[in-house]
């Protein structure tokens, strides 16, 4: 019987929800201050159907993500997806969306999802100790290659290329002539180098002798460049690997930490499984905020007042705290309930996942791999963790990154 039925209303629930559970947000985020305009000019959204009404709107752009870096990039005549907006990426996101179904999941990923996550599950037993980030980053490199079609690599080590370019935030760069900034760009460059001529090239040159059900082989016959395959595969890269490799260590953290949410997702069906998973994803989202730019005027109204933000506005939409709304998700927003009622229709793990257009198309991909992964993982009963992990956040992605995350079996 799913927990749905089980449970009806948070206060019937068996946990504890008078404290915090929250492990990775910066700041505590103001309940009773659901959007405001700072001095900056930017506005501030900690409301779900402000969020929701924003992100649905057509007068708003992406602006998050360095899009005004990309939409400078020389040799670019195809946006990366992530940075198209209205029919273009409409159209865009239908033709890729058979990479990221279900059934595609089911008939292409799975197995692979499942051998090479005893393969880690087996290397940890025989070593007693390791460090979970590595091994997550590993896997979610894995399962993101074959969606894309990087699987071509000269020499391993793509999660360590990935790396060393996704940490980089340009808005910290002034490109003055400081040796640490010159530095800085050197390695970065360098390390992107890398991975296109490791990585990238090597499979654009298989993919353009025999194509493949893949997201490369899509671009190409869609009339990309390399450059252009680079930006994607880039995209991809901090979609895909990096943000599903941070869920999977902060999920593993919450049910280590606490023995009864960890029986109840072993126990648990499927359906059950993945909707405690999207609850923790609910508290955690691993991209805390989300941009738009009002492309013309554009009213929001809230309490019986109303706001407008002016074209060319930029808007902040801060889901830590949208996830957080009581209005959508009841009482103690902050605990962890693995049967939360949700309200207006709010799917399990509210905006984790972004909303409407660029809602993440990899969605039930993350989830099923994470889930695929802990099952075996959390299964090992004599697992620990050594100490608690750090948090730090990366500002490119907007995102809190675990580290530090030593597991041994005791």
């Not at 649905?56 to 992406?62: C, E, F, G, K, P």
């Not at 023995?259 to 997702?265: G, N, Q, V």
């Not at 309200?343 to 399990?348: D, N």
Request: negative net charge.
């Amino acid at each position: 019987m799913q927990l749905e039925q089980t449970v009806e209303k948070i206060e019937s629930c068996p946990f504890d929800h008078t404290y915090s559970s929250q492990k990775t947000s910066r700041q505590i985020e103001p309940s009773d201050n659901p959007i405001e305009q700072t001095a900056d000019g930017v506005w501030h959204i900690r409301d779900y159907d402000l969020a929701r009404k924003v992100l649905l709107s057509a007068d708003t752009r992406q602006a998050g993500f360095n899009v005004d870096l990309a939409d400078q990039m020389p040799g670019m005549n195809q946006k990366p997806v992530l940075f198209l907006d209205g029919q273009e990426h409409r159209s865009q996101r239908r033709q890729t969306a058979r990479f990221f179904s279900p059934t595609t999941t089911k008939e292409k990923y799975q197995e692979m999802m499942e051998e090479y996550s005893q393969r880690m599950i087996s290397e940890l037993l025989r070593k007693g100790s390791l460090e979970l980030s590595e091994l997550t980053m590993n896997l979610a490199v894995r399962v993101a290659a074959q969606v894309v079609g990087l699987t071509d690599s000269l020499v391993p080590g793509m999660a360590n290329r990935l790396n060393g370019f996704l940490d980089f935030d340009p808005s910290s760069v002034d490109f003055s002539w400081r040796p640490e900034q010159i530095t800085t760009l050197l390695k970065t460059n360098v390390n992107m180098l890398a991975f296109y001529t490791l990585d990238v090239k090597p499979a654009i040159r298989a993919r353009k002798k025999e194509r493949q059900e893949d997201v490369i082989s899509h671009l190409i016959d869609k009339g990309y460049n390399d450059r252009e395959i680079l930006m994607e595969c880039i995209t991809y890269g901090a979609a895909g690997m990096v943000t599903t490799r941070e869920f999977i260590l902060v999920a593993t953290w919450h049910l280590l930490e606490n023995p009864e949410l960890r029986d109840i997702y072993l126990r648990g069906d499927i359906e059950e499984r993945h909707h405690l998973l999207q609850e923790i994803l609910r508290l955690e989202p691993v991209v805390s905020n989300l941009y738009r730019r009002a492309v013309a005027d554009l009213e929001l109204e809230v309490g019986g007042e109303t706001f407008t933000v002016s074209e060319g506005d930029r808007i902040d939409l801060h889901l830590f705290a949208v996830n957080a709304d009581q209005s959508v998700v009841g009482d103690q927003p902050l605990a962890i309930c693995p049967a939360r009622p949700l309200e207006k229709k709010a799917q399990p793990p509210v905006m984790a996942f972004g909303f409407g257009h660029h809602r993440c198309p990899g969605a039930y991909i993350a989830i099923q791999e994470s889930d695929i992964f802990l099952q075996r993982l959390l299964a090992i009963d004599n697992l620990k963790m050594s100490s608690e992990p750090t948090v730090a956040y990366n500002e490119l992605i907007k995102g809190y990154e675990i580290r530090n995350f030593q597991v041994t079996v005791e």
